[in-house]
């Protein structure tokens, strides 16, 4: 177990609709990274927070966006959904804002786009 | 631009058997080198990192991966596989001098290993 979690496991939607998958950090990391993992792309890094604030950007859509609560909880914003939005998405956990800390990532969420 | 490449997509082995996962890299600057391995229906573990040291570098599992920049090669190696190391394997690369902290993956070796 990482610590990281993730809500919910699996999601099932509709083309067009806009779902919300939620991410807690490990206790006392700052920073959290979501990535899209899926056959054909692979896993794409999509945006990272630290403490609140956007830090990098990755290969992310205009239809997604994400946020970092105070809590430091975070949440991937994902709007107008596409078949081909279909994927695992994981959301991961650092201490630190750079590139020197390993990152720990949760269990991840299935979204199945129908 | 940073890059990671994994030449095989799958590695079989027998137990017992020493275990070379392969993984070359492409960046400006200093490399910062992780190696992460995805069981099935789980999410990625950390294994293992190069940052600056010594060339071999020990993780978690039993696993290492030998640093060498003049083959800018980061191969993550088992000296005696166990079947319960079957499982996907990403390495990943970070190029932290242009203040990019973007974590690139390569495509994933899927590692099969036989009893």
């Known amino acids: 177990d990482s610590g990281v979690t993730q809500t919910p496991k699996h999601l099932i939607t509709a083309t067009g609709q806009r779902v919300t998958l939620r991410c807690s950090p490990r206790?006392?990391?700052?920073?959290v990274y979501w990535y899209q993992q899926s056959l054909d792309q692979g896993l794409q890094f999509l945006i990272q927070y630290y403490n609140g604030e956007e830090r990098a950007k990755g290969n992310i859509l205009e239809r997604f966006s994400a946020q970092q609560f105070p809590d430091l909880h975070s949440e991937l914003n994902l709007s107008s959904l596409e078949l081909g939005d279909s994927a695992l998405y994981f959301c991961?956990?650092?201490?630190?804002?750079?590139?020197?800390?390993?990152?720990?990532f949760g269990p991840g969420t299935r979204l199945t786009v129908t | 631009a940073q890059s990671v490449a994994q030449p095989e997509d799958q590695v079989n082995v027998a137990e017992g058997n020493p275990l070379t996962v392969k993984c070359t890299y492409s960046?400006?600057?200093?490399?910062?080198l992780f190696w992460y391995v995805q069981y099935p229906n789980r999410g990625l573990q950390f294994l293992l990192k190069?940052?600056?040291?010594?060339?071999l570098v020990k993780g978690s599992y039993g696993f290492e991966a030998e640093f060498n920049k003049s083959q800018t090669s980061f191969h993550l190696k088992k000296p005696s596989a166990l079947v319960s190391d079957s499982a996907l394997y990403f390495c990943?690369?970070?190029?932290?001098?242009?203040?990019?902290?973007?974590?690139?993956f390569g495509a994933g070796t899927t590692v099969t290993v036989r009893a």
């Open positions: 206790s006392g990391d700052l920073s």
């Open positions: 960046v400006s600057g200093n490399p910062y």
């Open positions: 190069y940052i600056t040291g010594d060339n």
């Open positions: 990943a690369v970070r190029d932290f001098l242009h203040n990019d902290y973007k974590l690139s």
């Open positions: 991961a956990s650092s201490t630190g804002r750079d590139g020197a800390y390993e990152q720990y």
